[in-house]
C-alpha cells in the first residue's frame, strides 16, 4: 500500500488494494464465496481463519478506500449505518456526542432512539457556526460528528476549525463524508480522525449494493473498530465488496461529470421564476461557497431547492418528473429526487427539521450522469405540470 500512496487519485481508484490474482492471473478481484479456511494445524493457517473476522475481497475493498481516503486503515460494515453505529459503540454511558443538526436521518434516528437508551447523550448545532458548535462541548464530550456538504440544506462546515476545537476538547472529529465523496474532499487531511461512509451512494455509484466503511489513521483507533467490527459482526458479503470495487474505479470521472451536471440544474433553478431558494455550494451566494472552494475541489452532485407554494405542490412536482426517479438515496448514475420532509427526513420531528432550514416545500436532487440539457427539461416541465 505504500506505492499507492505516491500516485494519483485516479490511478488508486483502480488499482489500490488490488493486483492480478496470483493463482490464476485473474485481473479482476475474485469473488471468494467461502465462510471458512483450511487450516494447516489447528490455528496454523495462511491469515484467514473466519470470514466474519477476514475476507480478500473485503481486505481489497478495505485497502482500496483506505487509499482513496488518504487513510492507513480502513474497515467495511454491511451498511452506511452498520459503520456508523460502529463509531458510536467505541463510546461509553455517560459519554457526550455533539453532531451537526441537519444530519442524515438514518443517523438521527440512531443517536436519537437508539445510542441515546444506553445512556450516551447528543447535542444537535448549527455546524456551519463554529461558535455554536464550541458552545456545544461539555467535559463528557468524546465526539464531534459532522456531515459536509450537510443533508439535505448542503451546509457546509469549516472541517478544519471544527477538527481543532475537537480536539482541543478532547474530543475526537469523525466526519460522515459520504455527499463529497474522496474525489472531492479527503477530511483526515484536514485534521479528522475518522471518515465514514454510506458506501451505497457514489463510491458504489450504480444504486446496485449497500454498504458502508470506517477510515483511520491512528492505530489504536483503528484496533478498537477492528475489534468492534469482528466482534458485532455487521460486515458485507463478498458480491457486495466487488461490486464496491467495482463502482470505485470510475469514481473520480463520475465525480467530474456529477459536480458539471449539477452546477447545470443549479444555475438553471436559481434563475426560474418558480422557484424562491437553490441550495449548492457551488453558486457564489451560498454562505458556504468560500469555505467549500477551499476545502473540496469540486462542488457535488447534490442539490436542494424550495418551491414555491405549499407541500402538496411540492408533492405534486416530485411525483411529476420522468427522467429523476422518485426515491430514496442518491449518488447513482441516474437522477433522483426526494421530498425530504416525507422520505428521507420524515424520522426527524417537524420543529427539529424546521429549525435547520427543512420547509415542507423542500425538493432534494441527486444530479445524475445523464445529458444535463435532458435533466433541466424534465424538471421544468415538472415544475409547470404541478402549479
Ligand atoms: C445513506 C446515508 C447514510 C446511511 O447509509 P446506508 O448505507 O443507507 O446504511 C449515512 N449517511 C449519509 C450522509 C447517507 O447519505
Not at 440512531?110 to 467535559?139: C, I, N, P
Not at 454498504?211 to 455487521?234: H, I, M, P, S, T
Not at 472552494?293 to 412536482?317: H, N, P, T, V, Y
Request: charged residues 20%; neutral net charge.
Amino acid at each position: 500500500m505504500s506505492d499507492d500512496k505516491e500516485l494519483g487519485f485516479a490511478t488508486k481508484a483502480i488499482h489500490a488494494g488490488q493486483r492480478p490474482d496470483p493463482a490464476t492471473g485473474a485481473v479482476m478481484t475474485p469473488v471468494y464465496f467461502t465462510s471458512t479456511y483450511v487450516q494447516q494445524a489447528p490455528g496454523v493457517h495462511k491469515g484467514y481463519d473466519y470470514a466474519r473476522t477476514v475476507h480478500p475481497t473485503r481486505s481489497a475493498l478495505e485497502a482500496n478506500l483506505a487509499a482513496l481516503e488518504g487513510a492507513r486503515r480502513g474497515l467495511c460494515f454491511s451498511s452506511g449505518m452498520a459503520a456508523i453505529a460502529t463509531v458510536v459503540q467505541t463510546l461509553r454511558s455517560g459519554d457526550h456526542v455533539v453532531c451537526c443538526e441537519d444530519l442524515y436521518g438514518g443517523t438521527y434516528r440512531l443517536f436519537t432512539q437508539v445510542f441515546q437508551r444506553f445512556g450516551l447523550s447528543f447535542s444537535f448545532v448549527d455546524a456551519a457556526d463554529l461558535s455554536a458548535v464550541e458552545k456545544a462541548f461539555s467535559a463528557q464530550t468524546k465526539l464531534l460528528w459532522i456531515e459536509t456538504p450537510s443533508n439535505p440544506m448542503l451546509r457546509i462546515t469549516d472541517l478544519r476549525g471544527a477538527c481543532q476545537l475537537a480536539h482541543r476538547h478532547g474530543a475526537l472529529a469523525a466526519v460522515d463524508n459520504t455527499f463529497a465523496s474522496p474525489a472531492l474532499q479527503r477530511p483526515l487531511a484536514l485534521g479528522a480522525d475518522l471518515v465514514v461512509h454510506s458506501t451505497t451512494k457514489y463510491l458504489g455509484g450504480h444504486s446496485d449494493v449497500v454498504g458502508g466503511c470506517v477510515l483511520a489513521n491512528d492505530e489504536g483507533l483503528y484496533e478498537r473498530l477492528k475489534f468492534l467490527q469482528n466482534a458485532v459482526g455487521a460486515v458485507p458479503g463478498p458480491m457486495d465488496c466487488f461490486l464496491l470495487l467495482r463502482g470505485t474505479k470510475t469514481l473520480p470521472v463520475r465525480m467530474e461529470r456529477h459536480c458539471q451536471n449539477a452546477l447545470a440544474v443549479a444555475k438553471h433553478l436559481l434563475a426560474h421564476p418558480e422557484v424562491e431558494r437553490v441550495h449548492y455550494p457551488g453558486l457564489a451566494h451560498h454562505p458556504g461557497h468560500e469555505t467549500a472552494k477551499a476545502q473540496m475541489s469540486g462542488f457535488g452532485g447534490m442539490i436542494s431547492f424550495e418551491l414555491k407554494g405549499d407541500l402538496s405542490r411540492a408533492k405534486r412536482m416530485a411525483s411529476g418528473t420522468k427522467l429523476f426517479c422518485l426515491a430514496e438515496s442518491l449518488g447513482g448514475v441516474e437522477s433522483l429526487i426526494g421530498h425530504p420532509a416525507t422520505m428521507t427526513h420524515g424520522s426527524i420531528p417537524r420543529e427539529q427539521r424546521l429549525k435547520s432550514g427543512l420547509v415542507d416545500g423542500l425538493i432534494r436532487l441527486s444530479v445524475g450522469l445523464e445529458d444535463a440539457a435532458d435533466l433541466v427539461a424534465d424538471l421544468d416541465a415538472a415544475i409547470a405540470a404541478s402549479l
